[in-house]
């Protein structure tokens, strides 16, 4: 059982981090997770867990260290008697209950962002008004419009210093500012004072505007969640919520409108625009007989819709949960960033206290002079360009990734794919089309025509393919064949014109004595004899999936350096899709535990091994993957919960461009802790000697967010 709390204005990295350790202190709690990008904790509940009691102690928990964050706690949140709930926490002492929506929290922070733009503008152009009137004026009047000027630029920041100073909690940005920019003034810094205030407020805004902008990809999604479904009845149709509707249910789907659940077509044609699920901006056409699936948008044209999976289940809500999850799953770099964030800035400020009083008492200077200095420590001991850009690099590479309809299940994954040196793959549905086609026919026409006659009896997959091939030049109706018989492990025979017609494998001629040509080639072979004459057979295949050869190539120029298939297929077909496709292994006729075996085997030759699949039975070799990567259109629903990364239109040909997305994201995160660290160890480095300035370290700190921030926002693809 876990518990989801909404954290309505949390954007500092820095404070998450310490909100998730001191939540997971508690001894009710297991796990804590907290999404940044979504504003939400994820708290794992042990058992005999109260939730109520639980609630309070959360909001006293995040108010000590972000006493602005309003907390509210999702109406899904489960209770001991099993009943849900809202609750909205407004302060560590009071919760009240309400009752919350995504849809509704949405909503009010959009409101609430737009009125503290407005409040930001207004405070920044009073501030920057004054302050230019002190750098005009002179004597008293000056100090007192420097005071001004730092006191509207700072004042929220000084009174949530000394708020948290009151909780316990003193080595925040809140103190450290404070701390520096007190004690700027007091040394007649005036205008640096000023400046560290206005550009740490400046910081804040950006940071603020870029995680943002990083959700905006998020919410955006929500407009993929359809409002409602017109259920068909008896007197018409109904518009009812989708979560009402139920399997076998029939909903009309109108011109312009996005379907809500998945289903498949009963009447109608249209063309339906699938960019939201698979990154295509072509529509596909469909008509009755095909799948429809939740958040396409019916482009023309009106849709009947047999519903083939509840709402909770569909391909839209899948969607959802797993890009929403995706910045949940940490990385191990974002990881080391939180626990080297702890660490930095209590080590800053202590070296920052030694270099004030040690060197004064060695009679080294005045005690003014390193104390200038030891302000400079001061400033730059905020984390925040490290612990805020990294992740927002991660997020970013999910949803750049997510636009081309590559589903990536957290940063994490991400790096995986980055370093990927194997890939293996299923074969039928994933490297072949999984559908069987004729790819072969020796005889003439009437070979075909024999076979049709006899294959239209029965529902086989091979059948239903020597039928389709017939039918493409014959547009009539096959009688029903006389005598038919279905002779099992052979085939079958029926009568025609007072002969025997033979259909099936090599077994059923040699049984019957008649001599025969064995087929060559990948695919079924179905034998054809009439009379005790052979006539021909029909090789039928499952064909190779269009751009399959060039999927593979990219691949291997993304330094992927062995490309392996494992199937439950014939050995022979095997072999031969490998000698087409040039892949350096093909093991076939495996059950899927046989595949699990395989891939340890192959995982034993080290390097990051990826397994790429669609069906039920690769569930278990796709959760043993280093990397599971399941075909999101067709996969069934225990490959795409098994898998890391989910491609949502089966086109393998974009998984190079996903190892390309998380290379350029992982470049990007190596820049921006390189270019962080390095300059705060410069500035921290100059400012012993007293050579780095008060500016110099507003931007080692500001300045560098700002940047890393910006880097960060860059496109991955």
């Not at 160890?681 to 700190?701: E, K, Q, Y």
Request: hydrophobic share 45%; proline share 3%.
């Amino acid at each position: 059982m876990e518990m989801k709390v909404y954290l309505k204005g949390l954007t500092c990295a820095n404070c998450a981090g310490k909100i998730e350790e001191a939540v997971s202190r508690m001894k009710e709690t297991g796990e804590v997770s907290i999404n940044l990008m979504r504003q939400e904790m994820t708290v794992g509940l042990r058992e005999g867990a109260e939730p109520e009691k639980l609630q309070t102690e959360i909001g006293r928990v995040v108010h000590k260290f972000e006493p602005d964050v309003e907390v509210l706690f999702h109406r899904e949140n489960l209770h001991s008697d099993g009943h849900h709930e809202g609750h909205h926490c407004h302060d560590a002492d009071c919760c009240h209950e309400h009752t919350h929506t995504h849809e509704d929290m949405h909503e009010h922070e959009h409101e609430h962002g737009e009125a503290l733009s407005r409040t930001l503008f207004l405070r920044f152009g009073a501030g920057l008004a004054v302050f230019l009137a002190a750098i005009l004026l002179d004597g008293a009047v000056e100090t007192v419009c420097f005071l001004a000027a730092y006191l509207i630029f700072g004042y929220d920041v000084l009174l949530r210093a000394v708020k948290n100073i009151a909780r316990g909690q003193v080595f925040d940005e809140n103190f450290l500012m404070s701390l520096s920019t007190v004690g700027a003034l007091a040394i007649g810094e005036m205008p640096e004072a000023v400046f560290v205030m206005l550009f740490y407020q400046v910081g804040e805004a950006f940071q603020d505007y870029a995680v943002a902008r990083s959700r905006k990809s998020i919410t955006a999604l929500l407009d993929i969640r359809p409002d409602f479904a017109r259920r068909v009845t008896e007197d018409g149709t109904e518009e009812i919520p989708p979560e009402e509707i139920v399997v076998g249910d029939f909903i009309l789907v109108k011109a312009g409108e996005r379907i809500p659940l998945d289903g498949i077509i009963e009447e109608g044609r249209a063309m339906l625009d699938t960019a939201a699920l698979t990154g295509e901006s072509l529509p596909r056409s469909v008509e009755p007989g095909d799948s429809a699936l939740s958040g396409c948008i019916n482009m023309d044209g009106t849709l009947r819709i047999r519903v083939e999976k509840p709402f909770g289940e569909s391909t839209v809500m899948k969607i959802l949960e797993l890009v929403e999850n995706a910045a949940g799953k940490k990385s191990r770099t974002e990881r080391f960033i939180t626990r080297f964030a702890r660490i930095y800035t209590p080590v800053v400020v202590l070296l920052a206290v030694l270099l004030a009083a040690v060197p004064p008492l060695l009679g080294l200077g005045a005690f003014q002079i390193w104390f200038g200095r030891a302000l400079v420590f001061l400033v730059v001991s905020c984390p925040c360009a490290l612990v805020l850009s990294v992740p927002l690099s991660y997020f970013a590479g999910i949803g750049a990734a997510s636009g081309r309809g590559i589903l990536i299940k957290g940063g994490g994954d991400l790096d995986t794919l980055c370093h990927l040196e194997r890939v293996v793959f299923d074969k039928t549905g994933t490297l072949t089309e999984g559908k069987f086609s004729v790819a072969e026919i020796s005889g003439n026409a009437e070979t075909l025509a024999l076979a049709a006659a006899g294959e239209a009896m029965s529902n086989h997959p091979i059948a239903k393919a020597i039928v389709e091939k017939y039918r493409e030049t014959h547009d009539v109706t096959l009688p029903e064949p006389e005598g038919y018989q279905e002779l099992g492990g052979y085939g079958i025979s029926y009568k025609k014109d007072g002969k025997t017609v033979l259909l099936g494998n090599a077994r059923l001629m040699e049984r019957e004595g008649v001599p025969f040509e064995a087929a060559k080639g990948a695919g079924t072979a179905v034998y054809v004899a009439e009379g005790g004459h052979y006539r021909g057979h029909i090789l039928v295949a499952d064909a190779l999936k269009t751009g399959v050869r060039d999927a593979l190539g990219e691949l291997r120029k993304q330094g992927v350096r062995e490309i392996v298939m494992l199937t439950g297929d014939r050995k022979e077909n095997a072999q031969t899709v490998a000698a087409e496709l040039g892949l350096d292994e093909a093991h076939a006729e495996l059950l899927p535990e046989q595949k699990v075996e395989w891939l340890e085997k192959l995982k034993g030759k080290g390097g990051r091994t990826a397994f790429v699949g669609d069906g039920i039975n690769d569930a278990p070799v796709l959760a043993g993957a280093d990397l599971g990567i399941a075909m999101g259109g067709i996969g069934s629903d225990a490959a795409i919960e098994a898998a890391d990364v989910v491609l949502m239109d089966d086109d393998i040909g974009k998984l190079a461009a996903g190892i390309c997305i998380a290379r350029n994201t992982q470049k990007i995160v190596r820049q921006n802790i390189t270019f962080a660290l390095g300059a705060k160890i410069l500035v921290l480095a100059l400012s012993v000697p007293g050579i780095a300035t008060m500016w110099m370290a507003v931007f080692a700190d500001v300045g560098v967010a700002v940047l890393a921030i910006l880097n960060a926002m860059r496109k991955k693809d």
